[in-house]
């Protein structure tokens, strides 16, 4: 009874718009229905509309833009990473060290892969694996086999130049781990320490667009990539140069930066449906990106299917990885391994890595604009000269605005409540107050009066 009195209080007081008709004593049972209706459409009607702001500002809380106001931007030069990919002069010298001047020439190529692992072990599995293996095969600590093999910075690069301006190559090119081993890269956030030497590498219109030349004293590949990106066993072979001596590579590039706008922080990874290179969930790589995320998933399915992972896997523990058993499940499974595919493509029988990977918010877009090569036969050491340069500095970018932040939210939902019911935050402020204070109140004050009146008895 005392819960239908204080039902039948808040609606003759509520300041929602409305309710009071609802227990109107002289209102007919015609106004109440009428009153009733309304009340229940106004609020039905306030919940869709609430409901379509909360799916907005989830999903299409970003908007993109394309600007052009190219004349104050500072553009960050690609990263510039070099990969020794072959090096049989120094695996010859490694493998008589090991094995001494007379050893059997397949060995080396077992070094070899071993060196240059990207994920097949055809050699090191028939050589070494199994009950016919060779006595002088090593089983285990690859890592070290594949560190004695890779040339260090100072025997990779030499002669490098930055807008024809000579600096010293390998105290700018730093160290970084990756899938495909040690390599060395300029103006990376994923390579060196953090407090390494950074080459100043942007172009604007007084510096005109920048260009890097250096010499390669092995056979490498060289990936231009954004900054946070880094090299994998499935890059694309638009984003990298296969250079070997002899030859001189010219490559120009355009690229498109993207600007995140301050209050893009704000919103959840879900709704901007990207990640901050700093918002990192990986151990193979300090920052996040969409191709370190996919190099933590093929060592996180490595190790689900194998139980260790590769012996180059970036930033991994010594215990994670693989011994000769290892390496003979990597090569079974490559198939599985060296793939990333979609998750359609897996229902469908293919066989491939389903990576959920989310792209970097400060990915960019670079274009290979021209390729040239020459001979250079006449040139007394077998090194490739290699040049990277902007063809142009870029006059356009993309812009990611925040169009549904949460204060967007709060006046929608707000504006909603007050069109179709009248209502404000006190409004709601009403209903805990009738609910818990008022019922205690009145409680209070009757029993009072009720000892008032026995008190006059």
């Known amino acids: 009874m005392r819960f239908r009195q204080s039902i039948e209080e808040y609606l003759k007081n509520s300041t929602l718009h409305g309710a009071r008709f609802i227990v109107d004593k002289d209102a007919s049972w015609l106004e109440r229905i009428f009153w009733g209706i309304c009340l229940i459409a106004s609020w039905y009607a306030s919940w869709l509309l609430i409901k379509a702001s909360l799916a907005a500002f989830e999903n299409n809380a970003i908007s993109f833009v394309v600007e052009s106001s190219y004349r104050d931007w500072d553009t960050n030069f690609p990263a510039i990473i070099v990969c020794e990919s072959k090096n049989m002069d120094r695996i010859q010298e490694v493998a008589e060290q090991l094995w001494g001047a007379d050893h059997d020439f397949t060995l080396e190529e077992v070094l070899s892969e071993i060196a240059f692992f990207r994920g097949e072990s055809y050699h090191t599995v028939h050589e070494c694996g199994g009950d016919d293996s060779t006595a002088t095969c090593f089983y285990s600590n690859f890592s070290y086999y594949a560190q004695l093999v890779r040339s260090s910075c100072v025997d990779s690069i030499r002669s490098c130049e930055w807008n024809n301006k000579p600096f010293e190559c390998c105290k700018y090119f730093q160290r970084m781990e990756t899938e495909l081993g040690i390599c060395y890269a300029i103006n990376s956030m994923q390579a060196g320490k953090n407090n390494g030497p950074k080459l100043n590498m942007y172009s604007n219109r007084y510096t005109g667009p920048g260009s890097l030349k250096m010499e390669l004293l092995t056979e490498a590949t060289v990936f231009i990539l954004g900054t946070e990106e880094v090299p994998t066993l ?34 959840s990874v879900h709704q901007r449906n990207c990640r901050f290179p700093d918002e990192n969930i990986l151990d193979v790589h300090r920052y996040y990106s969409y191709s370190a995320c996919t190099v933590q998933c093929r060592k996180d399915r490595q190790i689900e299917l194998c139980n260790c992972s590769s012996h180059l896997s970036p ?29 359609w493509s897996r229902r469908r029988g293919r066989k491939g890595l389903v990576c959920d990977c989310l792209p970097s918010c400060t990915e ?22 290699i040049e ?35 209502a404000s935050l006190l409004s709601f402020v009403e209903i805990i107050y ?5 019922p205690y109140t009145t409680y209070v004050h009757e029993k009072q009066r009720q000892q008032g009146l026995n008190t006059g008895h």
Request: net charge negative; charged share 25%.
């Open 315 to 343: 930033n991994s523990p010594d215990w994670q990885l693989c011994n000769m058993d290892g390496l003979e499940c990597l090569n079974r499974n490559y198939e599985d391994l060296s793939v990333i595919i979609a998750k």
């Open 234 to 267: 499935v890059t694309p072979k638009t984003d990298f140069l296969v250079v070997g001596p002899y030859i001189s590579f010219v490559r120009f590039v355009s690229k498109r930066d993207i600007e995140n706008d301050e209050a893009i922080r704000e919103t």
């Open 434 to 438: 009738y609910a818990t204070i008022r």
């Open 388 to 422: 990277v340069a902007l063809i142009e500095l870029p006059t356009e970018r993309y812009k990611r605005n925040l169009v549904r932040g949460k204060l967007d939210l709060v006046v929608s939902i707000g504006g909603t409540t007050g069109l179709f019911v009248g």
């Open 364 to 385: 960019v877009d670079i274009t290979t604009v021209h390729d040239s090569k020459d001979n250079i036969y006449g040139h007394q050491n077998p090194v490739s000269k």
